[in-house]
T-cell receptor, first 113, second 116 residues
Framework: DTEVTQTPKHLVMGMTNKKSLKCEQH?????MYWYKQKAKKPPELMFV???????INESVPSRFSPECPNSSLLNLHLHALQPEDSALYLC????????????FGQGTRLTVV | AQSVTQLDSQVPVFEEAPVELRCNYS??????LFWYVQYPNQGLQLLLK??????LVKGINGFEAEFNKSQTSFHLRKPSVHISDTAEYFC??????????????FGKGTLLTVNP
């Protein structure tokens, strides 16, 4: 099973809403990632969790709050977002501390209105 | 830190023609390289990877790539494309973040459009 599952697939939220994106994998990977992708651009790294601890925060605004409750789950909590935060949010996982490939989910298409 | 340059932002090609998508990377002691494909409104799917060993790497859907250390390139090729190959293709390099964590750095992508 090389699947990374993201929910929901689509999300529309107002600027005052609070919502969460969820990601799950059962490959035994101990590194998990959040990427943001704008239209016609490559994915941009936001956060990296290694062994359930936040190891990289690429200077992401605090209105994005990641959480890794266990080795299979990764959440991204959203609050007070701006319209420019509308994008495809991708979750990925890989073996930790090894340079191997990352497996990506199908993404959540987020629209902030 | 390493970087990746995809030399063509768009490549139009006719069905059943061969195609090459070009990728160059900054030099390093050791390099791990990847090609991912992204279909519209979907996530990224790994096409192939170079970690070590043979410089000619075969991937899914009939794609292959050749690692060339002297030219710091990792070009993607397919001898005969199909309409279904129309997608965005990303070259990526695995890099240390300065600690013990690895992260992927992507090129800007190449949009392959296969026309009938």
């Amino acid at each position: 099973d090389t699947e990374v599952t993201q929910t929901p697939k689509h999300l529309v939220m107002g600027m005052t809403n609070k919502k969460s994106l969820k990601c799950e994998q059962h490959m035994g990977h101990r590194a998990m990632y959040w990427y943001k992708q704008k239209a016609k651009k490559p994915p941009e790294l936001m956060f990296v969790y290694s062994y359930e601890k936040l190891s990289i925060n690429e200077s992401v605004p605090s209105r994005f709050s990641p959480e890794c409750p266990n080795s299979s789950l990764l959440n991204l909590h959203l609050h007070a977002l701006q319209p420019e935060d509308s994008a495809l949010y991708l979750c990925a996982s890989s073996r930790a501390q090894q340079r191997t490939e990352a497996f990506f989910g199908q993404g959540t298409r987020l629209t902030v209105v | 830190a390493q970087s990746v340059t995809q030399l063509d932002s768009q490549v139009p090609v006719f069905e059943e023609a061969p195609v090459e998508l070009r990728c160059n990377y900054s030099s390093s002691v050791s390099v791990y390289l990847f090609w991912y494909v992204q279909y519209p409104n979907q996530g990224l799917q790994l096409l192939l990877k170079y970690l070590s060993g043979s410089t000619l790497v075969k991937g899914i859907n009939g794609f292959e790539a050749e690692f060339n250390k002297s030219q710091t390139s990792f070009h993607l090729r397919k001898p005969s494309v199909h309409i279904s190959d129309t997608a965005e293709y990303f070259c990526a390099v695995s890099d240390l973040d300065g600690g013990s964590n690895y992260k992927l750095t992507f090129g800007k992508g190449t949009l392959l459009t296969v026309n009938p």
